[in-house]
């Protein structure tokens, strides 16, 4: 089975902070990716990745980067949290060649 | 751009009675449509994919359907059980995962 992993379930940050989500997939997946979800807008892309090293930006990237220096690890940054980027972020992986996304099972942030 | 939409947002039924949440999108240039289950605070599981050229697919009580032309998804769930209370949520892949906002679904013990 596909395992994606996220460092932290809940996570408390304070404005202006840097912060860091990490994400970590055991299939050997090319292809990882970066949400975040809220109530009444669905899951939105920030980031994605088809290979070590590269980066996509995805639908919402604006206050976000991310870094993969090696392929099972994807990393999303927040460089200075703004309490608009309370959310839940969720972490998703894809081989090259299929089709289905695995989910890791979100972090909850809070920036106050 | 692509717009995915959930049609009811909410959903409760009795034990027993069969589920039927629809997924509509506006470009019909897809490769696939996915079903997802998210229980509250958790992440997501995948249920079932189905292929722009597939018309369905089957696992257990679940059934999907996909009509590419008219740009409609049904996530048909049999015989509901309130371990089936979740959010169900349809993505629709054309290059890049495009998500509705979900169905949440309450069955009645």
């Known amino acids: 089975d596909v395992k994606v992993t996220q460092s932290s379930r809940y996570l408390v940050k304070r404005t202006g902070e840097k912060v860091f989500l990490e994400c970590v997939q055991d299939m050997d997946h090319e292809n990882m990716f970066w949400y975040r979800q809220d109530p009444g807008l669905g899951l939105r892309l920030i980031y994605f990745s088809y290979d070590v090293k590269m980066k996509e930006k995805g639908d919402i990237p604006e206050g976000y980067s991310v870094s993969r220096e090696k392929k099972e690890r994807f990393s999303l940054i927040l460089e200075s949290a703004s309490t608009n980027q309370t959310s839940m972020y969720l972490c998703?992986?894809?081989?090259?060649?299929?089709?289905?996304?695995?989910f890791g099972p979100g972090t909850r942030l809070t920036v106050t | 751009k692509q717009e995915v939409t959930q049609i009811p947002a909410a959903l409760s039924v009795p034990e027993g009675e069969n589920l039927v949440l629809n997924c509509s999108f506006t470009d019909s240039a897809i490769y696939n449509l996915q079903w997802f289950r998210q229980d509250p605070g958790k992440g997501l599981t995948s249920l079932l994919l189905i292929q722009s050229s597939q018309r369905e697919q089957t696992s257990g009580r679940l059934n999907a359907s996909l009509d590419k032309s008219s740009g409609r998804s049904t996530l048909y769930i049999a015989a509901s059980q309130p371990g089936d209370s979740a959010t169900y949520l349809c993505?629709?892949?054309?290059?890049?995962?495009?998500f509705g906002a979900g169905t949440t679904v309450t069955v009645r013990a």
């Open positions: 998703a992986s894809k081989s090259g060649s299929g089709y289905e996304q695995y």
């Open positions: 993505a629709v892949n054309d290059y890049k995962l495009s």
